[in-house]
């Protein structure tokens, strides 16, 4: 999020920018090579699937949590990542370059 005016209570007008720490610390992560990856609602396949992320996609961590243990193209691990509101993929499908957490648990 970015603010580039703050008018004042007086009516004067102050230029700033404004940048929340997450959206400053938010960094997008490559999907494994030619998969199309199921995002479902919740960090199980027992829960629906919202959408599919085409070959190539890149995707944001909000937060991460744990969840069932799926193995896939970097190994095999219990992490689910949050990547929209509502939305989770397995951590097993994306290049974080760690095998634990990356971003903050969600609360």
């Known amino acids: 999020m970015s603010v580039d005016r703050v008018e004042e209570a007086d009516g ?3 230029s700033e920018a404004v940048t929340t720490a997450a ?3 938010l960094r ?7 998969v199309r ?3 479902r609602s919740g960090p199980s396949t027992s829960y629906r699937v919202v959408r599919v992320l085409a070959e190539g996609a890149k995707v944001p961590i ?7 243990s799926i193995t896939g193209p970097y190994g095999t691990s219990n992490i689910w990542d949050n990547i ?3 939305q ?6 994306v290049n974080t370059g760690s095998d634990g957490y990356v ?5």
């Open 12 to 14: 004067s007008v102050e």
């Open 23 to 25: 959206a400053a610390t």
């Open 84 to 86: 929209d509101d509502g």
């Open 37 to 39: 990856l199921n995002v």
């Open 103 to 107: 971003a903050s648990r969600c609360a």
């Open 28 to 34: 997008y992560y490559s999907v494994a090579p030619g």
């Open 62 to 68: 909000w937060c991460q949590t744990p969840g069932q």
């Open 88 to 93: 989770y993929v397995s951590d097993a499908y």
